[in-house]
């Protein structure tokens, strides 16, 4: 009887310490895919953010802008950051996407209507673009920060023009 009881209480606590290292492992595995989601986004608005400054200089929607590239990405990967950044940083990112998504609408109507290869940017436009402006950069720093372990030792300071290559 003994023996018996020993023997299911050693299957007992196999069973525990493996479901426990499973949890571990799959935590860790979400962990890692958020933070790859994260930097895999991070370079997606740095993209955003070039082509709007350039739009905004230029006084012209880009003939090629990417914005709906960025899109895709997003959908795809918000899972994963949902589990790595808190709610309102999350809703940050999610209120960004759908800015870029209005943004791209607008710059295909605006070449669409203006016949030609370069359409000018109304009121309305360089107001959306300036707003999308600091939305970018916003959320970009709180990606960028997530994409980080703690073992890389990010300091906490935001990014930085120079870091990322994007002028002003």
Not at 2 to 21: D, E, N, Q, R, W
Not at 101 to 114: F, S, V
Request: no cysteine; net charge positive; aromatic share 8%.
């Amino acid at each position: 009887m003994t023996t018996a009881l020993v023997g299911f209480l050693g299957v007992i606590a196999g069973g525990i310490l493996s479901g426990a290292v499973q949890a571990i492992i799959a935590w860790r595995d979400r962990y890692r895919a958020a933070r790859v989601a994260a930097r895999l986004l991070f370079f997606d608005l740095v993209l955003v953010e070039q082509r709007i400054r350039v739009a905004l200089k230029s006084g012209f929607w880009p003939m090629r802008s990417d914005w709906d590239e960025f899109v895709a990405p997003w959908t795809e990967h918000r899972g994963s950051l949902a589990a790595q950044l808190n709610t309102p940083e999350f809703m940050a990112v999610a209120g960004t996407s759908t800015v870029i998504a209005q943004l791209e609408l607008m710059r295909t109507a605006a070449i669409r209507n203006a016949g030609e290869e370069r359409a000018p940017l109304d009121d309305a436009a360089q107001a959306l673009l300036g707003r999308a402006l600091g939305m970018v950069s916003s959320v970009a720093k709180l990606v960028y920060r997530a994409s980080f372990t703690r073992r890389e030792g990010f300091s906490g300071k935001a990014r930085d023009e120079d870091e990322i290559g994007a002028g002003g």
